[in-house]
């Protein structure tokens, strides 16, 4: 079946260092989304990306597609301890169900 | 004040009983889902709905039964089948029309604990 793999699993960062997670497809995908998850809350959506290659921004959060559409990138730029949480990939399969990653787990350090 | 709801928060069992957990949502999303989180892994889908009295199985639906008879609730039940039932259980909506991609809206969630 359809699997959506992340990874690092969990990451520790000092205030102000850079992060990255990375979700890779075993089949092509049509699109991604990306969700966060602070601790103890439930997942909120950040951004659909849809284009092969496509790159988008929101605030110190950088999200990009791979050019297969198989693999995609959420980069953090000078980590806060707001940006404490797991981040969660999402590809979709049949009908209108989505396959989430296992989640990156951030935690930053003061 | 649009949005998901689940309840309770925190939910405690004996084993061996069937619970059912609530999910009601107003905004109208044609498609509801569940899913399960253990700590450490991802979400993993349990049932979807796409439309009233319909919904389709994911990958982890042993053990469980839901219903769709309205449009805004999507109830959960787990059976004394399920064998691990213990986790976190997250609601989730989304509109959905034709094949198209839409973002989900989750509820708060509901912790189970069997004992």
């Known amino acids: 079946g359809q699997q959506v793999m992340q990874i690092p699993q969990y990451q520790h960062v000092q205030e102000g260092e850079d992060f990255t997670t990375y979700c890779n497809s075993s089949?092509?995908?049509?699109?991604i989304q990306w969700y966060k998850q602070r601790p103890g809350g439930h997942p909120v959506f950040l951004i659909q990306?849809?284009?092969?290659?496509e790159v988008k921004k929101q605030k110190r959060l950088t999200f990009q597609f791979g050019e297969a559409k198989k693999n995609s990138s959420l980069h953090i730029t000078a980590t806060q301890t707001t940006d404490v949480g797991t981040y969660f990939c999402?590809?979709?399969?049949?009908?209108?169900?989505?396959?989430f990653g296992t989640g990156t787990s951030l935690t930053v350090i003061p | 004040d649009g949005g998901i709801t689940q309840s309770p928060k925190y939910l405690f069992r004996k084993e061996g009983q069937n619970v059912t957990l609530s999910c009601e949502q107003n905004?109208?999303?044609?498609?509801m889902y569940w899913y399960r989180q253990d700590p450490g892994q991802g979400l993993r889908l349990i049932y979807y709905?796409?439309?009233?009295?319909?919904?389709q199985k994911g990958d982890i639906a042993e053990g469980y039964s839901v219903s769709r008879e309205k449009k805004e609730s999507f109830p959960l039940t787990v059976t004394s089948a399920q064998k691990n039932p213990t986790a976190f259980y997250l609601c989730?909506?989304?509109?959905?029309?034709?094949?198209?991609?839409?973002?989900?809206?989750f509820g708060p969630g509901t912790r189970l604990t069997v004992t």
């Open positions: 990306l849809v284009k092969s290659g």
């Open positions: 709905s796409q439309i009233v009295n319909d919904f």
């Open positions: 089949t092509t995908l049509s699109n």
């Open positions: 905004l109208n999303h044609d498609a």
């Open positions: 999402a590809g979709p399969g049949t009908g209108n169900q989505f396959y």
């Open positions: 989730a909506s989304s509109p959905a029309h034709g094949t198209a991609s839409y973002e989900q809206y």
